[in-house]
């Protein structure tokens, strides 16, 4: 009796230890560690994760895999994280092996558009040049499209953006960023761009208890500290500056703490020269932040009307 032969083992793959050796855990916690809040953006990279290690775990089993879609729009207001989440998404695409180079392009209209016929397409293909491998971050792209404008050259840079997003897909990931209105506007008037984007991430304001957070955070990065009262002083003056047109998020935040750094400076200095030169400052002083530093902001004495700038 002839003995029947016996099927090899199907190959298998370990999804955990692709994760694993690929590091995004501690990409991952990065992120989460430079960014307060946005939970749901958080979430959405981890999504894209998951999908791209399947992705891997495939290709390694022999499986029909297509290369990913991998360009995307990140729509939100100013100071919302979208270059950091950018920043680190280029990480977590060159440790799966979907781009050569861990490296990000940042640029804007006026680093693609010329400003005279001819000029456009060397600027667009030269920037083109110096991301491909990597991604490119367009910050505010619905102003690459100025159809109010006959004598634009946007259009220009688009199709030529268009063709190497098609035609290139496997060697530079592109993420438009802006608004979230402009930005389906540009989608609407520019269909075949809405179609080559793959994924749209919707980054939400800060909150008040997220923004004071955020705060703390930068102060301690730059070894400074806000006591008691400066905590409450900015509290308070986050209130008051939501309720204010143009608010940046974290970069109103920054351009708020700044300032108190300028004043703490002034109050520490002008009270050395009273002092004397034998007057000695501890490490403490120099790095606390006070309430005083806060409020001499003129946002707190200001009417809402004339307080769109506050400083």
């Known amino acids: 009796m002839n003995a029947q032969p016996i099927d090899p083992p199907a190959p298998t793959t370990s999804l955990a230890r692709l994760y694993a050796e690929s590091g995004m855990a501690e990409v991952l916690a990065q992120l989460d560690a430079e960014l307060v809040g946005l939970a749901p953006v958080k ?3 981890g999504e894209i994760a998951s999908l791209l290690i399947v992705e891997k775990a495939r290709r390694n089993l022999g499986l029909t895999a297509g290369a990913p879609s991998l360009h995307m729009c990140f729509t939100g207001n100013p100071g919302t994280g979208k270059t950091t989440v950018a920043l680190r998404m280029a990480e977590i ?4 092996g979907y781009i050569r180079k861990n490296h990000l392009v940042s640029v804007t209209r006026d ?3 010329g ?3 001819g000029h456009t397409a060397p600027k667009t293909k030269d920037v083109l040049k110096r991301a491909m491998g990597g991604v490119l971050f367009i910050d505010e792209a619905y102003y690459l499209y100025r159809p109010e404008n006959e004598r634009d050259y946007g259009q220009e840079a688009i199709e030529i953006l268009l063709q190497i997003m098609e035609n290139q897909r496997e060697d530079l990931v592109v993420i438009l960023a802006g608004y979230r209105t402009r930005m389906d506007t540009f989608f609407q008037s520019n269909p ?3 179609s080559r984007i793959a994924h749209h991430i919707d980054f939400p304001d800060y909150g008040a208890d997220e923004l004071l957070a955020i705060a703390e955070r930068m102060t301690a990065r730059l070894d400074y ?3 008691a009262g400066a905590r409450e002083a900015l509290r308070e003056y986050i209130a008051l500056r939501l309720a ?3 608010f940046a998020n974290a970069r109103s935040i920054r351009n708020a703490l700044d300032r108190a750094r300028l004043r703490q400076a002034g109050r520490l200095f002008q009270a050395a020269l009273a002092a004397g030169v034998d007057a000695e400052l501890s490490a403490e002083q120099l790095t606390t932040i006070d309430a005083a530093d806060i409020r001499a902001s003129r946002l707190f004495n200001e009417r809402p009307a004339e307080a769109e700038s506050a400083h």
């Not at 695409?93 to 799966?96: D, G």
Request: avoid cysteine.
């Open 43 to 45: 979430t959405r990279i």
């Open 225 to 227: 500290r806000l006591d």
């Open 244 to 246: 204010r047109p143009h």
């Open 192 to 194: 075949g761009m809405a």
């Open 93 to 96: 695409l060159h440790r799966l």
């Open 111 to 113: 680093d693609l558009v």
């Open 115 to 117: 400003q005279y016929i």
